[in-house]
């Protein structure tokens, strides 16, 4: 198992972009996909038409957010440990991702799928 760690900065927020993570209209918005987020601990989530889902392990609005997170095609009963942490900076939000135990032959394309699907279309939703 690996990791994948990510560091992206955006301009706005870090209530917005905390916000765009957790609620479901908009983060369906800026992923063009369905998702249906709970924003209470123990909570579940799906998104991309659920081919990602898990549980909501510890939320700190603006500052935190950490799940259980798998995706569709992963081996049986596998989560991973995704961690999003948000530090308001000079013009906006830098926001530091860890992605736990993700299974070895996935590594590279949920690398860039968190490029592709969330960090690039979630930077044109705030006017990048």
């Known amino acids: 198992m ?3 760690k990510q560091t992206v900065f955006f301009k706005a927020q870090p209530e917005e972009v905390y ?23 123990g909570g579940k989530f799906s998104a991309y038409d659920e081919y990602i889902e898990g549980t909501n392990l510890e939320l700190v609005p603006a500052k935190m957010i950490k799940q259980k997170w798998r995706g569709s095609d992963w081996p ?7 961690t999003f942490e ?8 830098e926001l530091t991702f860890t992605q736990e135990d ?10 860039q799928g968190w490029i ?3 960090w690039e279309p979630m930077k044109k939703t705030f006017g990048w």
Request: net charge positive.
């Open 102 to 111: 993700v299974p070895d032959d996935q590594v590279k394309s949920i690398s």
């Open 116 to 118: 592709d699907y969330y």
């Open 2 to 4: 690996r990791i994948i």
């Open 76 to 82: 049986e009963d596998h989560y991973s440990i995704a």
């Open 19 to 41: 916000e765009a993570l957790t609620d479901s209209k908009k983060h369906t918005k800026f992923s063009g996909s369905k998702a249906v987020v709970s924003k209470r601990i």
């Open 86 to 93: 948000f530090k308001k900076v000079k013009e906006g939000t």
